[in-house]
């Protein structure tokens, strides 16, 4: 009566039936961090209550949402945040935390192994707290986070490590990936620092130099790549990123967005249904009909099989969602130059 | 096989999708789909049914031999049980136990 599936399954199943099966919810921007690149432009106001959230967890059991990952700001910044845990995992929806962890106590450890939360991601900056500090600018945060992932795993949880990396903190990878190590953890790096979600790019300069990405993007774990390029397949049935397809995003005041990178707003959850959003807000639809071979730049672009273009950063830094994203075609110049291709080319998300 | 309550485990997650329930037993990293019965019995399961509810009502659907729906569901279920996927109580289930 029953067969076993691997989640990519689920996945493409979800991609071609055009389910949101995996939401990303901010539950606050309030941080008790200040860090040096966050994309966050205001981190003061208040959003949804504890009742909006039972309502929003409803609707997307109802769209089919079968994972969430829960990220603020700082989500234990919520004194409800343990209830929206609860209230996900009553509904059996699958929980991941992104946190800093500084608030994470016994206690809590204890709880969030109890409702199997399946992974707790923290953001680590780098190996020690002079330069994981700086980049929050909050004294004792790195000891603070390190005792929380002591705790999570004691407790038995999957815990992250998850460090987007900057011209500053580029010098301890090796020290970061050790460290890792030690505690059991897996470690992910993002080698582009975003520019802030009202579109100031002042976050920008944190990025690693040329000289830096040149040595970085031959590391398989910040940049998984082959030496062969990938054959080129037909563009017309490849869509810029498929996060549309299958996921989404929700801002602490109920807007919906594809991703939280793509600031298009299809409607907000207090007005109308998260469901309904989804299946039959204009800007979803429109983007769910872009090709790749509709993205003027790329055609014909001599960097189109190294360029890892987000349709977000592209809206965001450079103006146009069909454009060319200045931050992938840089870093598609130093992969020609190191003559790498990625192997997780979004544009080649196929439908 | 007991009477017994059922509940979901709250080391699963799961979702209904077109009919199909797709269940994630997040202790053993496993992911099962369900056929047509099976998905209706998981979707029966809510913490306040018993397990001869859950037949008596999978057999009113089925045009089929009562005694050999019995078994095969009965069989279903524990081995639902023995995945660590269902929950079972000789009281109804509550707090986030109940759901279905």
């Given at each position: 009566?029953?067969?076993v599936?691997?989640?990519r399954?689920?996945?493409?199943?979800?991609i071609k039936?055009?389910?949101?099966?995996?939401?990303?919810?901010e539950?606050?921007?309030?941080?008790?961090?200040?860090?040096?690149?966050?994309?966050?432009?205001?981190?003061?106001?208040?959003?949804?209550?504890?009742?909006?959230?039972?309502?929003?967890f409803?609707?997307?059991?109802?769209?089919?949402t079968?994972?969430?990952?829960?990220?603020?700001?700082?989500?234990?910044?919520?004194?409800?945040f343990?209830?929206?845990?609860r209230?996900?995992r009553?509904?059996?929806?699958?929980?991941t935390?992104?946190?800093?962890?500084?608030?994470?106590?016994?206690?809590l450890?204890?709880?969030?192994a109890?409702?199997?939360?399946?992974?707790?991601?923290?953001?680590?900056?780098?190996?020690?707290?002079?330069?994981?500090?700086?980049?929050?600018?909050?004294?004792g945060?790195?000891?603070?986070?390190?005792?929380?992932?002591?705790?999570?795993?004691?407790?038995?949880?999957t815990?992250?490590?998850?460090s987007?990396?900057?011209?500053?903190t580029?010098?301890?990878?090796?020290?970061?990936k050790?460290?890792?190590?030690?505690?059991?953890?897996?470690?992910?790096?993002?080698?582009v620092?975003?520019?802030?979600?009202d579109?100031?790019m002042?976050?920008?300069?944190?990025?690693?130099?040329?000289?830096?990405?040149?040595?970085?993007?031959?590391?398989?774990?910040i940049?998984?790549?082959t030496?062969?390029?990938?054959?080129?397949?037909?563009?017309?049935?490849?869509?810029?990123?498929?996060?549309?397809?299958?996921?989404?995003?929700?801002?602490?005041?109920?807007?919906v967005?594809?991703?939280n990178?793509?600031?298009?707003?299809?409607g907000?959850?207090?007005?109308?249904?998260?469901g309904?959003?989804?299946s039959?807000?204009?800007?979803f639809?429109?983007?769910?009909?872009?090709?790749?071979?509709?993205?003027?730049?790329?055609?014909?672009?001599?960097?189109?099989?190294?360029?890892?273009?987000?349709?977000?950063?592209a809206?965001l830094?450079?103006g146009?969602?069909?454009?060319?994203?200045?931050?992938?075609?840089?870093?598609?110049?130093?992969?020609r130059?190191?003559?790498?291709?990625?192997?997780?080319n979004?544009?080649?998300?196929?439908? | 096989?007991?009477d017994l309550?059922?509940?979901k485990?709250?080391?699963?997650s799961?979702?209904?999708?077109?009919?199909?329930?797709?269940?994630y037993?997040?202790?053993?990293?496993?992911?099962?789909?369900l056929?047509?019965?099976?998905?209706?019995v998981?979707r029966l399961?809510n913490?306040?049914?018993?397990?001869?509810?859950?037949?008596?009502?999978?057999?009113?659907?089925?045009?089929?031999?009562?005694?050999?729906?019995?078994?095969?569901?009965?069989?279903?279920?524990l081995?639902?049980?023995g995945?660590?996927?269902?929950?079972?109580?000789?009281?109804?289930?509550?707090?986030?136990?109940a759901?279905?």
């Amino acid at each position: 009566m029953d067969n076993v599936l691997e989640v990519r399954d689920l996945t493409r199943m979800a991609i071609k039936e055009v389910i949101p099966i995996s939401v990303l919810i901010e539950v606050c921007h309030t941080c008790n961090e200040n860090c040096i690149h966050c994309y966050l432009a205001d981190h003061t106001r208040r959003g949804m209550t504890t009742g909006q959230y039972e309502m929003l967890f409803d609707q997307l059991v109802d769209a089919g949402t079968f994972f969430v990952i829960l990220t603020g700001g700082e989500p234990f910044m919520r004194r409800d945040f343990m209830e929206i845990v609860r209230m996900a995992r009553r509904r059996r929806i699958s929980v991941t935390i992104f946190t800093n962890g500084t608030l994470i106590t016994e206690q809590l450890a204890r709880e969030l192994a109890s409702l199997w939360v399946q992974e707790v991601h923290i953001s680590v900056y780098g190996a020690d707290a002079s330069i994981h500090d700086g980049i929050t600018r909050v004294p004792g945060s790195f000891k603070k986070s390190m005792t929380a992932v002591d705790l999570l795993k004691k407790n038995g949880i999957t815990v992250r490590f998850k460090s987007p990396l900057m011209s500053r903190t580029a010098d301890g990878i090796s020290e970061l990936k050790a460290l890792a190590e030690s505690k059991d953890v897996d470690l992910q790096f993002t080698a582009v620092i975003t520019a802030m979600n009202d579109g100031n790019m002042a976050t920008t300069n944190l990025r690693l130099t040329d000289a830096q990405l040149k040595d970085l993007l031959l590391d398989e774990k910040i940049d998984s790549h082959t030496s062969q390029a990938i054959e080129r397949p037909s563009t017309c049935d490849c869509v810029p990123c498929d996060t549309v397809y299958n996921g989404g995003a929700i801002d602490p005041f109920g807007n919906v967005f594809p991703c939280n990178q793509l600031q298009v707003c299809g409607g907000n959850v207090l007005e109308q249904s998260f469901g309904d959003i989804w299946s039959n807000s204009f800007a979803f639809r429109n983007l769910r009909e872009m090709r790749v071979d509709g993205l003027d730049d790329c055609d014909g672009c001599s960097l189109f099989l190294q360029c890892t273009r987000c349709p977000g950063l592209a809206l965001l830094e450079d103006g146009d969602i069909r454009g060319c994203s200045s931050a992938a075609k840089r870093i598609a110049k130093i992969r020609r130059s190191l003559g790498t291709y990625p192997l997780q080319n979004h544009i080649f998300s196929k439908i | 096989m007991e009477d017994l309550y059922l509940a979901k485990g709250i080391n699963v997650s799961s979702r209904i999708i077109n009919n199909v329930a797709y269940i994630y037993l997040e202790d053993r990293n496993d992911l099962i789909s369900l056929n047509e019965t099976g998905s209706e019995v998981w979707r029966l399961v809510n913490g306040k049914r018993r397990t001869s509810d859950i037949v008596d009502h999978i057999i009113k659907c089925y045009d089929a031999e009562p005694c050999e729906v019995r078994d095969i569901i009965y069989s279903f279920i524990l081995d639902l049980i023995g995945k660590g996927a269902l929950k079972t109580s000789s009281v109804p289930f509550e707090g986030v136990m109940a759901y279905g």
